[in-house]
């Protein structure tokens, strides 16, 4: 006979369940609810504004995925340029389910960094935004030359399409 699932117990309660859903908490059995993936990897932020401009991967991207969250770093140097598209990452590991995730960017050389985050879209690219003013050329979006020869460290989360 197969074993169809696993479960561990304290106390004659259940605690944790094994099965071809994946991992449930406590008493649930809903499938929808089974962990079925964890990973971790790296990731090559590229330009994905379209304006193939070059960036400076200054420390390894990384990426941590639970289920469908996706949670990504990034430390990039954008090269000097004068592309008026917005400032955006590309390549992210992983394809967004649904508008929007959202992220921060913890430390860059932009003059005014304040409110400056990203926010990953239905194009999968996570675009810079300076929420603190409308006085970017682009409104709230950063274009290219506002981050040209600028480094940005940041993070982001956001819900993989599978």
């Not at 379209?50 to 960036?55: D, E, T, V």
Request: proline share 1%.
């Amino acid at each position: 006979v197969k074993n169809t699932h696993t479960t561990f117990s304290d106390s004659n309660v259940s605690r944790l369940r094994i099965d071809s859903d994946g991992i449930k908490f406590g008493s649930d059995t809903a499938a929808a609810n089974g962990l079925n993936d964890y990973e971790e990897g790296t990731w090559t932020p590229t330009d994905g504004s379209g304006a193939s401009i070059s960036l400076t991967n200054n420390n390894t991207a990384a990426y941590t995925k639970i289920g469908r969250l996706v949670y990504i770093q990034f430390d990039v140097t954008y090269a000097s340029n004068s592309s008026s598209n917005s400032a955006s990452l590309g390549s992210l590991p992983f394809s967004i389910a649904t508008a929007y995730g959202s992220g921060v960017v913890g430390w860059t050389g932009k003059d005014n960094a304040n409110g400056i985050v990203c926010h990953v879209d239905t194009g999968s690219k996570c675009a810079f935004m300076d929420n603190s003013s409308s006085n970017s050329s682009g409104g709230k979006h950063l274009r290219n030359d506002e981050v040209s020869g600028v480094r940005i460290i940041g993070m982001a989360m956001y819900l993989a399409a599978t």
